[in-house]
């Protein structure tokens, strides 16, 4: 039984009420509907009322509910079509009504007016319709979103109408090349002709367009502006842009769109519009645009250099490049200059000289005419580019050009160049512009020049006439007057403007001396006889002396050759006359020098093949050249022919001065003259520059000399080392035996004094030998120091209390060290060193009195002071205070001794630490002060100074001088060490081979196997790498401990040393044995 309900709702005539009353909705889902909410019975009511096609869209599933109408428009889906899912209803059309369906769902409205279908047919045949139809959100109470509510009506058959109307317009619209395009506001689709298709570079029109395939085709600099102006449409009502795209053959093409606005009350349904193809138009606008500004840029200009620049900045600033340089080619020399130029503000100038080989092949395909402009979007990727090319362009920031070539006949004599840092597609228009610029710009500038040389012509002629010391002038020959006559004329011929207007032209001629006058008449008469004449002679000047003058004539005549004017130059050439008389007397002089010097002259013509000098040919020689070569007439000859020995090293040095022009001194070898040479030479400004002149002597016997002296000063070095080593020997030997004397303890206080001497004198002449040989090494710069940073009022503290000690009582001894440290940078031993020089030699020269040792901060600097009261210095003498083997007075010296060397030293010291040292002296009896100056250092962190171990070790003495020998055995034993003594290092070796020590001490200067050997012997046995070697020697050389060092020892003791310093050594080469 049908549910009352359910027919009031349905209620009404009609076969599709009907169904709707006897439809079971609970089959469905939907339930009966009696249940239903208000709100949807209330929309079903709507809808069953409509007159046009309406349906509910209802539940998860979107089943259908619809009125009578709607079901005529189901057709043959109407059949099972009442409460299904309306995707399984309209499957032919879901996809496209599928968005708008969720939408309404979603809570929002959709509409569509005149929105094209494609709707299926049974069979699957399709058909094109037109509808307006919109999804409306259906609301509960609460509000939400239960349905959709869905109205149509269609619309094909008005628009067919219009279709048919618009048909005609079509074809006129085809005929003119324009498209035509329809968009559809809400959706963003576009129904097009095809003609609109093939402007955007389709050959078929192609099935879907929207907007955004609208957007792709619009170039990206472009696309902004024409979304504006498609957003403003909207509100204006109409739109036209014009604009550029990218059609799909990759072209760029100038599009121009127009259209209107169909609205539907306030809201857009449609924007209808054409587009055409306006590029030719757009080109030829710009050209002519582009053209005027260019005719303006450069009309009026007065330079070449104007119109190159003017030219340039409009092309590049037009084409968006970022350089456009003009550039001169000479391809006879190789090489292009770009001589002006325009460049964007980032870009580098790139003016200066480029090698024409790197751009071989475009300038050969421009010179064949392959290529009447190149264009090239990418240098990287451009075929036609070599590697060469591209890789010169690259360099130079170049990414793309344009280049258009300048010929005259078969050559090209320029080009203009415009280019990018970027790969770049170039507009169509681009080269035309670049070639009609080269044309016009060229066209233009030989006009410039043509007028700019007519009256820089003009100008030079009257700026020649007007300051030219000449006097120049024009004769009327009918008249006798003068036509014209340049301000120097007065000046140079002695008569006065007034007197030359009233036509006093013979009265010149009477100012001419009176023994030239015959000649100058019988050079007039040559004048009328051959056209042209020059003469020299005497003639009186305004100061009533004679002067010559140098008079050039030349006769002007008419057409039938009769002479009309007698045009005139005259110069004073009174100093010229005097300077030939003076170079007359220079040539006598330089003869006679160029004769009588003892130095060798040669002037000689280079011989070149290729760019490399092969030979030369002696010019000229002077006499003292046989002297210095031993070779006879080379005039005319050449130097392989005189010398066949000679080094190429002669003609590369003569070649590069012919060629460069840059005079040169050296000293070379002559194998084949057997000689060697002093040569200073440099190039002759004459001829075709390949002739050289050199001043020559033979240095053989000099260089020979130099050599003995050389091997003498070696000798001496040698001599002064052995010499250092043989005293040290026995000086070791009694420092040993001070030492060991001081370790045992004095038994009563003469023996203490006795050691006391002993000790003092030791170091004394272990001092004098140190600075005998360290002068030595400063002379020869072989001294070296190992600076670090130090606190040297410490030094200063140290060596002060060390001469304390030895101090006679009559002197006293004090310091003034500040509080704070003094940081240098420096060897502290070396500055030690110095310190100990200037007391020694302050002690030494006041025999009572005081010496104090001051030390301060000034200006960066530390200052050191010695000051004494002792003997003075004179004044003739403090400038030589410093010199090696200088002391103050003879007699001063023999009672103190010394050999004159510790300021010596000091002061070579004291240099090498980048330091000063001076000494000041009132006078002989007023004492001496002498003042240090080291740089100041930054403030380091400081190490701690460990003592020496008192490990015991056995230790292997190898030394071959007795004394010292047993001074250092019962040295070392006296703090607890084994030593065992050798005197040759055969024996040491094979002792060694039975029993391995802790550590050798090894003496360099042995009989028969020297320390060396037998380091090197020990260090190529199995064993030799374990077992620590100090050398213990005299030899105190640089050279020597590196030998030393490469021999295979560990350390290198220089004799006499103390014996904490040895134990230290010993501590760093040995470990403490276990």
Same mark, same amino acid.
């Given at each position: 039984?049908?549910?009352?309900?359910?027919?009031?709702?349905?209620?009404?005539?009609?076969?599709?009420?009907?169904?709707?009353?006897?439809?079971?909705?609970?089959?469905?889902?939907?339930?009966?509907?009696?249940?239903?909410?208000?709100?949807?019975?209330?929309?079903?009511?709507?809808?069953?009322?409509?007159?046009?096609?309406?349906?509910?869209?209802?539940?998860?599933?979107?089943?259908?509910?619809?009125?009578?109408?709607?079901?005529?428009?189901?057709?043959?889906?109407?059949?099972?079509?009442?409460?299904?899912?309306?995707?399984?209803?309209?499957?032919?059309?879901?996809?496209?009504?599928?968005?708008?369906?969720?939408?309404?769902?979603?809570?929002?409205?959709?509409?569509?007016?005149?929105?094209?279908?494609?709707?299926?047919?049974?069979?699957?045949?399709?058909?094109?319709?037109?509808?307006?139809?919109?999804?409306?959100?259906?609301?509960?109470?609460?509000?939400?979103?239960?349905?959709?509510?869905?109205?149509?009506?269609?619309?094909?058959?008005?628009?067919?109408?219009?279709?048919?109307?618009?048909?005609?317009?079509?074809?006129?619209?085809?005929?003119?090349?324009?498209?035509?395009?329809?968009?559809?506001?809400?959706?963003?689709?576009?129904?097009?002709?095809?003609?609109?298709?093939?402007?955007?570079?389709?050959?078929?029109?192609?099935?879907?367009?929207?907007?955004?395939?609208?957007?792709?085709?619009?170039?990206?600099?472009?696309?902004? =502006?024409?979304?504006?102006?498609?957003?403003?449409?909207?509100?204006?009502?109409?739109?036209?842009?014009?604009?550029?795209?990218?059609?799909?053959?990759?072209?760029?093409?100038?599009?121009?769109?127009?259209?209107?606005?169909?609205?539907?009350?306030?809201?857009?349904?449609?924007?209808?519009?054409?587009?055409?193809?306006?590029?030719?138009?757009?080109?030829?606008?710009?050209?002519?645009?582009?053209?005027?500004?260019?005719?303006?840029?450069?009309?009026?200009?007065?330079?070449?250099?104007?119109?190159?620049?003017?030219?340039?900045?409009?092309?590049?600033?037009?084409?968006?490049?970022?350089?456009?340089?003009?550039?001169?080619?000479?391809?006879?020399?190789?090489?292009?200059?770009?001589?002006?130029?325009?460049?964007?503000?980032?870009?580098?100038?790139?003016?200066?000289?480029?090698?024409?080989?790197?751009?071989?092949?475009?300038?050969?395909?421009?010179?064949?005419?392959?290529?009447?402009?190149?264009?090239?979007?990418?240098?990287?990727?451009?075929?036609?580019?070599?590697?060469?090319?591209?890789?010169? +362009?690259?360099?130079?920031?170049?990414?793309?050009?344009?280049?258009?070539?300048?010929?005259?006949?078969?050559?090209?004599?320029?080009?203009?160049?415009?280019?990018?840092?970027?790969?770049?597609?170039?507009?169509?228009?681009?080269?035309?512009?670049?070639?009609?610029?080269?044309?016009?710009?060229?066209?233009?500038?030989?006009?410039?020049?043509?007028?700019?040389?007519?009256?820089?012509?003009?100008?030079?002629?009257?700026?020649?006439?007007?300051?030219?010391?000449?006097?120049?002038?024009?004769?009327?020959?009918?008249?006798?007057?003068?036509?014209?006559?340049?301000?120097?004329?007065?000046?140079?011929?002695?008569?006065?403007?007034?007197?030359?207007?009233?036509?006093?032209?013979?009265?010149?001629?009477?100012?001419?001396?009176?023994?030239?006058?015959?000649?100058?008449?019988?050079?007039?008469?040559? +004048?009328?006889?051959?056209?042209?004449?020059?003469?020299?002679?005497?003639?009186?000047?305004?100061?009533?002396?004679?002067?010559?003058?140098?008079?050039?004539?030349? +006769?002007?005549?008419?057409?039938?050759?009769?002479?009309?004017?007698?045009?005139?130059?005259?110069?004073?050439?009174?100093?010229?006359?005097?300077?030939?008389?003076?170079?007359?007397?220079?040539?006598?002089?330089?003869?006679?020098?160029?004769?009588?010097?003892?130095?060798?002259?040669?002037?000689?013509?280079?011989?070149?093949?290729?760019?490399?000098?092969?030979?030369?040919?002696?010019?000229?020689?002077?006499?003292?050249?046989?002297?210095?070569?031993?070779?006879?007439?080379?005039?005319?000859?050449?130097?392989?022919?005189?010398?066949?020995?000679?080094?190429?090293?002669?003609?590369?040095?003569?070649?590069?001065?012919?060629?460069?022009?840059?005079?040169?001194?050296?000293?070379?070898?002559?194998?084949?003259?057997?000689?060697?040479?002093?040569?200073?030479?440099?190039?002759?400004?004459?001829?075709?520059?390949?002739?050289?002149?050199?001043?020559?002597?033979?240095?053989?016997?000099?260089?020979?000399?130099?050599?003995?002296?050389?091997?003498?000063?070696?000798?001496?070095?040698?001599?002064?080392?052995?010499?250092?080593?043989?005293?040290?020997?026995?000086?070791?030997?009694?420092?040993?035996?001070?030492?060991?004397?001081?370790?045992?303890?004095?038994?009563?206080?003469?023996?203490?004094?006795?050691?006391?001497?002993?000790?003092?004198?030791?170091?004394?002449?272990?001092?004098?030998?140190?600075?005998?040989?360290?002068?030595? =090494?400063?002379?020869?710069?072989?001294?070296?120091?190992?600076?670090?940073?130090?606190?040297?009022?410490?030094?200063?503290?140290?060596?002060?209390?060390?001469?304390?000690?030895?101090?006679?009582?009559?002197?006293?001894?004090?310091?003034?060290?500040?509080?704070?440290?003094?940081?240098?940078?420096?060897?502290?031993?070396?500055?030690?060193?110095?310190?100990?020089?200037?007391?020694?030699?302050?002690?030494?020269?006041?025999?009572?009195?005081?010496?104090?040792?001051?030390?301060?901060?000034?200006?960066?600097?530390?200052?050191?002071?010695?000051?004494?009261?002792?003997?003075?210095?004179?004044?003739?003498?403090?400038?030589?205070?410093?010199?090696?083997?200088?002391?103050?007075?003879?007699?001063?010296?023999?009672?103190?001794?010394?050999?004159?060397?510790?300021?010596?030293?000091?002061?070579?010291?004291?240099?090498?630490?980048?330091?000063?040292?001076?000494?000041?002296?009132?006078?002989?009896?007023?004492?001496?002060?002498?003042?240090?100056?080291?740089?100041?250092?930054?403030?380091?962190?400081?190490?701690?100074?460990?003592?020496?171990?008192?490990?015991?070790?056995?230790?292997?003495?190898?030394?071959?001088?007795?004394?010292?020998?047993?001074?250092?055995?019962?040295?070392?034993?006296?703090?607890?060490?084994?030593?065992?003594?050798?005197?040759?290092?055969?024996?040491?070796?094979?002792?060694?081979?039975?029993?391995?020590?802790?550590?050798?001490?090894?003496?360099?200067?042995?009989?028969?196997?020297?320390?060396?050997?037998?380091?090197?012997?020990?260090?190529?046995?199995?064993?030799?790498?374990?077992?620590?070697?100090?050398?213990?020697?005299?030899?105190?050389?640089?050279?020597?401990?590196?030998?030393?060092?490469?021999?295979?020892?560990?350390?290198?003791?220089?004799?006499?040393?103390?014996?904490?310093?040895?134990?230290?050594?010993?501590?760093?080469?040995?470990?403490?044995?276990?």
């Amino acid at each position: 039984m049908t549910s009352p309900a359910r027919t009031e709702l349905f209620a009404g005539p009609g076969d599709h009420r009907a169904r709707c009353r006897a439809f079971d909705w609970t089959s469905v889902g939907l339930g009966e509907p009696a249940s239903w909410p208000a709100a949807l019975r209330t929309s079903v009511a709507l809808c069953m009322d409509m007159v046009t096609p309406a349906a509910v869209w209802v539940g998860p599933e979107r089943r259908l509910v619809y009125n009578e109408a709607y079901a005529a428009r189901l057709e043959w889906r109407e059949a099972g079509a009442l409460g299904r899912p309306g995707a399984e209803v309209w499957e032919d059309i879901w996809e496209w009504v599928r968005e708008d369906v969720e939408a309404a769902f979603a809570g929002e409205s959709r509409h569509h007016a005149d929105a094209r279908v494609q709707l299926a047919r049974p069979g699957g045949a399709a058909e094109t319709g037109w509808f307006t139809y919109s999804f409306t959100p259906l609301r509960g109470d609460d509000g939400t979103v239960f349905g959709a509510f869905n109205g149509f009506h269609e619309t094909t058959e008005r628009i067919r109408a219009v279709q048919t109307s618009a048909g005609l317009l079509q074809l006129a619209l085809a005929s003119a090349g324009v498209g035509t395009w329809v968009l559809d506001v809400a959706s963003g689709r576009v129904d097009r002709s095809a003609i609109h298709d093939r402007i955007y570079g389709y050959a078929e029109r192609i099935p879907d367009w929207d907007l955004e395939r609208f957007r792709e085709h619009v170039l990206p600099e472009d696309r902004a =502006r024409v979304d504006q102006g498609m957003e403003d449409s909207l509100r204006t009502g109409e739109v036209g842009l014009e604009f550029r795209i990218r059609r799909v053959d990759g072209s760029v093409r100038w599009v121009r769109i127009a259209g209107e606005v169909e609205r539907d009350g306030d809201e857009e349904r449609r924007m209808l519009g054409i587009v055409e193809d306006v590029t030719e138009r757009k080109l030829d606008d710009e050209r002519r645009a582009y053209l005027l500004a260019l005719n303006d840029a450069i009309r009026g200009m007065a330079h070449p250099t104007g119109v190159l620049m003017a030219s340039a900045a409009l092309l590049g600033r037009h084409l968006h490049a970022s350089r456009c340089h003009y550039v001169e080619v000479h391809q006879e020399e190789g090489w292009a200059t770009i001589e002006a130029e325009w460049l964007r503000g980032d870009v580098p100038s790139a003016r200066g000289r480029y090698v024409l080989a790197d751009f071989a092949g475009s300038i050969e395909r421009l010179r064949r005419r392959d290529e009447a402009v190149v264009v090239v979007d990418s240098v990287r990727t451009r075929e036609t580019l070599d590697a060469k090319e591209r890789e010169a +362009l690259t360099r130079n920031g170049i990414e793309s050009l344009i280049v258009v070539p300048l010929a005259r006949g078969s050559s090209i004599v320029a080009l203009l160049m415009i280019a990018d840092d970027s790969p770049r597609e170039w507009s169509a228009l681009a080269p035309a512009l670049a070639r009609q610029t080269a044309e016009r710009t060229w066209s233009e500038m030989e006009r410039v020049r043509a007028e700019s040389n007519a009256r820089e012509g003009e100008q030079r002629l009257r700026s020649v006439l007007d300051t030219t010391l000449d006097a120049i002038y024009r004769v009327n020959l009918q008249t006798g007057r003068f036509e014209y006559f340049s301000p120097a004329f007065e000046s140079v011929v002695g008569l006065p403007p007034e007197r030359l207007l009233e036509g006093a032209a013979a009265e010149a001629v009477e100012l001419v001396h009176s023994e030239d006058r015959e000649r100058v008449a019988e050079g007039l008469s040559h +004048l009328h006889a051959n056209g042209s004449v020059r003469l020299e002679y005497r003639a009186l000047g305004t100061d009533g002396g004679y002067r010559w003058l140098s008079n050039h004539l030349a +006769l002007t005549s008419d057409g039938e050759g009769r002479p009309l004017y007698r045009d005139g130059t005259v110069r004073d050439i009174t100093l010229q006359k005097l300077a030939e008389e003076a170079l007359r007397a220079s040539e006598l002089r330089y003869r006679s020098l160029y004769e009588n010097i003892d130095e060798g002259f040669a002037i000689v013509d280079m011989i070149f093949e290729g760019d490399r000098a092969v030979d030369y040919r002696f010019v000229d020689v002077n006499p003292a050249f046989e002297r210095h070569t031993g070779i006879v007439d080379p005039v005319g000859r050449r130097a392989r022919e005189l010398a066949p020995g000679l080094e190429d090293h002669w003609f590369s040095t003569y070649g590069e001065v012919a060629k460069t022009g840059r005079a040169i001194r050296f000293q070379a070898p002559a194998e084949s003259l057997h000689r060697i040479y002093d040569v200073y030479a440099f190039r002759l400004d004459e001829d075709d520059g390949h002739r050289v002149a050199a001043i020559f002597q033979d240095i053989s016997e000099r260089i020979h000399v130099e050599e003995q002296l050389r091997e003498s000063d070696r000798r001496k070095d040698e001599y002064l080392a052995m010499l250092g080593h043989e005293l040290r020997n026995p000086l070791g030997a009694i420092r040993y035996a001070t030492q060991l004397l001081q370790q045992m303890g004095a038994p009563d206080a003469t023996t203490g004094r006795i050691h006391e001497v002993l000790h003092r004198q030791a170091g004394h002449m272990s001092r004098i030998i140190d600075g005998l040989l360290d002068v030595s =090494r400063i002379a020869q710069g072989k001294l070296r120091i190992e600076p670090n940073v130090f606190d040297l009022r410490q030094v200063v503290g140290w060596v002060v209390a060390g001469k304390q000690l030895g101090l006679v009582s009559k002197v006293t001894l004090d310091e003034v060290l500040p509080e704070r440290p003094v940081w240098v940078h420096a060897d502290e031993s070396r500055i030690a060193q110095v310190l100990d020089n200037l007391l020694a030699n302050a002690i030494k020269f006041t025999p009572e009195g005081e010496v104090r040792v001051g030390l301060r901060q000034q200006g960066g600097q530390a200052v050191l002071e010695v000051v004494d009261t002792g003997v003075g210095i004179r004044a003739e003498m403090l400038e030589h205070i410093f010199e090696p083997f200088h002391q103050e007075a003879q007699d001063i010296a023999r009672s103190n001794g010394g050999l004159g060397l510790g300021l010596a030293f000091a002061k070579g010291l004291v240099e090498m630490h980048e330091g000063s040292i001076e000494a000041r002296s009132a006078g002989r009896g007023r004492g001496t002060e002498i003042e240090v100056r080291l740089p100041l250092a930054p403030s380091p962190a400081v190490d701690s100074d460990l003592p020496p171990s008192t490990v015991a070790r056995s230790i292997l003495l190898v030394e071959d001088h007795p004394d010292a020998a047993a001074m250092l055995r019962e040295l070392l034993e006296s703090v607890g060490h084994r030593v065992t003594v050798v005197e040759r290092a055969a024996d040491a070796l094979e002792l060694l081979a039975r029993s391995v020590p802790d550590l050798v001490l090894c003496d360099l200067g042995l009989p028969a196997m020297s320390g060396f050997e037998f380091a090197r012997t020990w260090r190529s046995g199995e064993r030799g790498g374990r077992l620590p070697l100090v050398a213990i020697t005299g030899y105190s050389q640089r050279e020597d401990r590196e030998e030393s060092r490469a021999a295979g020892f560990d350390a290198h003791v220089v004799k006499p040393v103390s014996l904490g310093s040895l134990l230290r050594v010993i501590d760093e080469v040995s470990p403490a044995p276990s």
